[in-house]
């Protein structure tokens, strides 16, 4: 593959990740959003994987779905105190969360698995499929 192509791809690449988080400050938060988790994702030669910090929470504490093309990730975090503890200084984000995610039409939708481990929810799809078969909700392993 030559260089310009290889140049032209990170533009286009760096250009879609401007243009998702310039969407992601403009829209509003929702009343059902109370903060929204680190996330990251990586492009290889065979799939895309997604990436969500979501320390101190459990796998079923969480929900993936996917619709249209778009794939969501909701849950909620809670502080539980016992009865005879008050909260004194709050610094870590509770309450519930919404990320979503617009699946590209080489991606493969068929393909989407998750999984959880260590706080950290990992969604991976592979490449090059047809995009017509989509699941409602992915299982979180």
Do not use: W
């Not at 290889?6 to 959003?33: A, N, Y």
């Not at 988790?37 to 030669?45: K, M, T």
């Not at 794939?71 to 309450?95: N, P, V």
């Not at 080489?106 to 950290?120: E, L, P, Q, R, W």
Request: glycine share 4%; net charge negative.
């Amino acid at each position: 593959m030559s260089n310009l192509k290889i140049d032209i791809e990170k533009q286009l690449t760096s250009l879609g990740r401007e243009i998702q988080q310039f969407v992601e400050r403009l829209t509003p938060m929702d009343d059902d959003r109370d903060f929204s988790p680190a996330c990251d994702i990586v492009e290889s030669d065979r799939q895309f994987t997604i990436m969500a910090d979501l320390p101190g929470m459990e796998k079923e504490q969480v929900t993936v779905t996917m619709k249209d093309r778009v794939l969501k990730i909701e849950g909620t975090r809670e502080l539980y105190l016992e009865e005879d503890e008050q909260l004194k200084r709050e610094e870590r984000a509770q309450g519930s969360f919404i990320r979503s995610f617009s699946i590209p039409d080489h991606a493969d939708a068929s393909t989407i698995n998750a999984a959880f481990k260590n706080g950290v929810l990992t969604i991976r799809i592979d490449k090059k499929g047809s995009g017509d078969s989509e699941a409602d909700s992915i299982p979180i392993n």
